[in-house]
């Protein structure tokens, strides 16, 4: 199994920054991409931004202009570096990984870190 363990978050005011990092360890081979999901109160799990190992990104619609991903692949390790954070950011964060395994591809999830942003 991999695990995934976060750090960063906290409580911020608008228009601060914050640095979320992640950092997998155990069975990290055959990983495939690492990213970054947040969720709201009442609202449904979203992406934030994803790194494929080739470099792909794929970045949310509220992330676009103001959030950055970034991955270390020989530390298994991915940031997510968050400028300009609005109210509406305000959300649990979870780290994300995709794995190739001989039972197709998986995906293992962080425990989460709160982002607070206050007006």
């Known amino acids: 199994q991999v695990q995934l363990v976060q750090s960063g978050g906290g409580l911020v005011q608008a228009g601060e920054s914050l640095r979320l990092s992640c950092e997998a360890s155990g069975s990290t081979f055959g990983v495939t991409a690492m990213g970054w999901f947040r969720q709201a109160p009442g609202k449904q799990r979203e992406l934030v931004a994803i790194?494929?190992?080739?470099?792909?990104?794929t970045v949310g619609e509220s992330a676009k202009g103001r959030f950055a991903i970034s991955r270390d692949i020989a530390k298994n390790t991915v940031y997510l570096q968050m400028n300009g954070l609005k109210v509406g950011d305000s959300a649990v964060y979870y780290c994300?990984?995709?794995?190739?395994?001989?039972?197709?591809?998986?995906?293992?999830w962080g425990q989460g870190a709160r982002v607070t942003v206050s007006s």
């Open positions: 790194q494929s190992n080739n470099g792909e990104t």
């Open positions: 994300y990984i995709q794995r190739s395994t001989s039972h197709g591809l998986q995906s293992s």
